[in-house]
């Protein structure tokens, strides 16, 4: 059976690549879906709707934009993988932890540990917490193949 992995949150580090060489290494079936990482592209996403002189409108445009696709990658997904970096407040990746939680989505979340406690709610409604992506590559291998 192919799976369908969802990974959300940071964008600023290759936990993502890390990742998805892992299964390709352990030759897992796995299908990587994702938000647009590219942080330009997806606060422009809105823009080609028209120009917005208030940030707060421009940004709202795009956020809109950007969730047809994390709504719909997010409810065709088996399992997410939602990472919370140490150098920005992920407001995003809490809010599809909190989307996977609402449609019965089970998520990973990968963090450090100096973030356990603003976390812990979003941690309680995971199926288990990473520190690192090997260790998340571990258990889609357990996961997906049950070895």
Same mark, same amino acid.
């Given at each position: 059976?192919?799976?369908?992995? &969802?990974? %959300?949150?940071?964008?600023?580090?290759?936990? @993502? *690549?890390?990742?998805? +060489?892992?299964?390709? +290494?352990?030759?897992?079936? /796995?299908?990587?879906?994702?938000? #647009?990482?590219?942080?330009?592209?997806?606060?422009?996403?809105?823009?080609?709707?028209? *120009?917005?002189?208030? +940030?707060?409108? @421009?940004?709202?445009? %795009?956020?809109? $934009?950007? =969730?047809? @696709?994390?709504?719909?990658? /997010?409810?065709?997904?088996? /399992?997410?993988?939602? @990472?919370?970096?140490?150098? &920005?407040?992920?407001?995003? =990746? =809490?809010?599809?932890?909190?989307?996977?939680?609402?449609?019965?989505?089970?998520?990973?979340?990968?963090? %450090?540990?100096? $973030?356990?406690?603003?976390?812990? *709610? $979003?941690? =309680?409604?995971?199926?288990?917490?990473? +520190?690192?992506?090997?260790? #998340?590559? *571990?258990?889609?291998?357990?996961?997906? %193949?049950?070895?």
């Amino acid at each position: 059976m192919k799976w369908t992995v &969802y990974l %959300s949150g940071e964008i600023h580090t290759d936990w @993502r *690549e890390k990742i998805m +060489q892992g299964a390709k +290494q352990h030759g897992l079936d /796995i299908e990587f879906t994702s938000a #647009v990482t590219d942080h330009e592209a997806s606060d422009a996403a809105g823009d080609l709707l028209g *120009e917005n002189d208030n +940030q707060f409108w @421009r940004d709202h445009q %795009s956020s809109k $934009v950007n =969730a047809i @696709r994390t709504k719909n990658l /997010i409810q065709k997904c088996d /399992i997410a993988i939602i @990472r919370f970096g140490d150098k &920005y407040k992920q407001w995003n =990746a =809490a809010f599809d932890a909190g989307y996977c939680s609402a449609l019965g989505k089970p998520y990973i979340t990968l963090h %450090s540990d100096d $973030v356990i406690h603003p976390l812990k *709610e $979003v941690d =309680a409604a995971a199926m288990a917490w990473a +520190q690192t992506p090997e260790q #998340v590559v *571990e258990l889609l291998k357990y996961t997906t %193949s049950g070895s």
